[in-house]
């Protein structure tokens, strides 16, 4: 028996999908109703969430109901942040819904460092992130290209990134450092992880070669946020 990441036989519905999150947030909660040190008006607040990532357990795309769910999260008062690879521009392009903020990895500044670096399973990978980068224009909710940069991998070549800022016009950039988390470890090392300072001097090349100003930066997250906008969009 054969299993394929990229394709699926059966899915769950979105409202099962709702409930499992809400249930696993109480469920995250449960261990500090006891606790003396914890606010109790924030721990209320975090009983009663209003946003939600669609992030980080694969990739949302490749869910064939993926506009229902945003849809379905939009009706119960939840803020929608999408972040997608970008290596699915059809299922992108007929959303039925959109999410109230779109993320898209732009992990690479030209097709070689992406398949070496990335390695991914879907063909023609390159092709379809740059079919997504031509699509972000069309979107009305605010867009972020996130370049999660790698010490001797893709954290190089601000000129090219610049090119493919040109091709999607985001709302946001975001260089941000590869940190030694996660099952990268099995590939990568420690040594990978950039400086601050060594992402700091990658955003205003950027910034200088895009126009994009940086509106805000985090040195212990090693993370920027640009823009050509004078101040961030704010969802309350």
Not at 68 to 78: A, D, R, W, Y
Not at 98 to 112: F, G, H, N, R, V
Request: proline content about 6%; aromatic content about 8%.
């Amino acid at each position: 028996m054969r299993w394929d990441e990229a394709t699926f036989r059966q899915c769950d519905d979105p409202e099962k999908i709702l409930s499992g999150c809400l249930k696993a947030q109480m469920r995250l909660l449960s261990g500090y109703n006891a606790n003396p040190k914890v606010t109790r008006q924030k721990l209320e607040e975090a009983k009663t969430p209003n946003q939600v990532a669609i992030s980080l357990s694969g990739e949302p795309t490749l869910y064939p109901r993926l506009g229902e769910l945003i849809k379905l999260f939009h009706k119960k008062g939840f803020t929608t942040f999408l972040v997608s690879n970008g290596t699915m521009p059809k299922a992108l392009s007929t959303l039925d819904e959109e999410p109230t903020q779109l993320y898209i990895s732009a992990c690479a500044p030209d097709k070689k460092t992406f398949y070496n670096l990335c390695r991914p399973l879907i063909k023609d990978s390159w092709t379809k992130q740059m079919e997504t980068l031509d699509l972000l224009q069309s979107f009305r909710c605010p867009t972020v290209m996130r370049m999660t940069l790698v010490r001797n991998g893709n954290l190089k070549d601000p000129e090219k990134y610049a090119k493919l800022v040109e091709k999607a016009n985001p709302t946001y950039l975001e260089p941000k450092a590869y940190m030694h988390v996660g099952f990268s470890r099995l590939r990568l090392s420690y040594a990978n992880t950039p400086s601050y300072k060594e992402i700091k001097d990658f955003a205003v090349s950027l910034s200088k070669q895009t126009g994009f100003n940086i509106l805000d930066e985090s040195e212990e997250s090693r993370v920027l946020l640009l823009s050509k906008l004078a101040k961030p969009i704010r969802f309350e």
